[in-house]
């Protein structure tokens, strides 16, 4: 009888611990605990010590009320003017209500997901490239905006988004660069065709302005000329002996630079100078 009754205080000793195991819960600071009872949601227990009625009261969730960082898979968007681009998010959320994010949806990471890459999509679309790619706090706050009080709905609050990447794909990225290069290559082309053109038009006026004074050289040469003849004509007055030794003297100079040539071999004088002068002369007067 001393065993049985042994045995019964142990039983009913484990039963008390056990009771107590299951009825006492100590809740860690940044979690809460949702309570079913009997397979229905019946509380949220708070961080601290919590008491819940054993065997029919049991704790089928336990939810950090800390916030969640949710990396957003990079996916291919299509923007309005048929460019591909790939793009990622972050997303940062906090649960309010555990019951609702448990709930309200099967798994909220994996809805949240979905939802931030179809939002995302949806307005990337709506955008060239050209804004798609230099917009990204447009984005940001048009995000924010769509998914915020679709998870609202599930206790869940979204703190806020942040676009990480937002590239053209490989195929475009090629695409662009050889683009610029070919721009590059036009202005290039552009800037040499100035350039030929400035050094033609310098080149041409130039000509224009040797030529210019090429004439007016000769203009002045022609009017010394002009005048030295006339002043030569007033003072010979038809005596030609002037004229004659003016005219000897150039002769004499031809022959001498005649002679000086590499190919001088013989230079051959007149014997009679003022005759041949006079003969000159005589052909100047025809």
């Known amino acids: 009888m001393l065993i049985d009754g042994l045995t019964m205080a142990g039983v009913f000793l484990a039963l008390v611990v056990v009771t107590l195991f299951l009825g006492v819960k100590i809740v860690p600071q940044g979690s809460k605990h949702v309570v079913q009872r009997l397979g229905k949601y019946h509380k949220t227990l708070g961080p601290g010590l919590n008491i819940i009625f054993p065997y029919i009261d049991t ?17 291919d968007v299509i923007t309005l003017d048929n460019a591909v681009i790939i ?3 972050v ?5 309010v209500s555990p019951e609702k994010a448990v709930y309200g949806v099967e798994d909220y990471r994996f809805a949240i997901q979905n ?24 984005i940001k706050a048009k995000l924010k905006g769509a998914i915020s009080d679709d998870i609202a709905d599930w206790g869940i609050t979204l703190k806020t988004v942040e676009i990480q990447d937002i590239n053209p794909s490989q195929t475009m990225q090629t695409a662009m660069e050889e683009q610029a290069a070919a721009e590059r290559q036009r202005r290039a082309t552009v800037t040499r065709a100035g350039g030929e053109k400035a050094a033609a038009i310098l080149e041409a006026e130039g000509r224009l302005e040797a030529s210019r004074r090429d ?6 040469l022609a009017e010394a000329s002009q005048a030295a003849i006339e002043k030569v004509t007033s003072a010979i007055q038809g005596n030609e002996l002037p004229v004659m030794f003016l005219l000897g003297e ?13 190919n001088a071999k013989i230079v051959l004088l007149p014997g009679d100078i003022p005759a041949a002068v006079r003969g000159i002369m005589g052909g100047m007067s025809k």
């Open 59 to 75: 704790v089928a969730y336990k939810v950090t009320t800390k916030d969640i960082v949710l990396d957003i898979p990079s996916q």
């Open 87 to 89: 793009a990622n998010a």
């Open 91 to 95: 997303a940062y959320i906090n649960i």
């Open 115 to 138: 939802l931030v890459q179809t939002s995302l999509r949806s307005i990337v679309g709506e955008m060239n490239l050209d804004e798609a790619l230099s917009n990204r706090d447009s």
């Open 215 to 220: 004439a007016e050289a000769k203009v002045v």
């Open 250 to 262: 150039k002769y004499v100079d031809a022959i001498k630079e005649m002679s000086a040539g590499e």
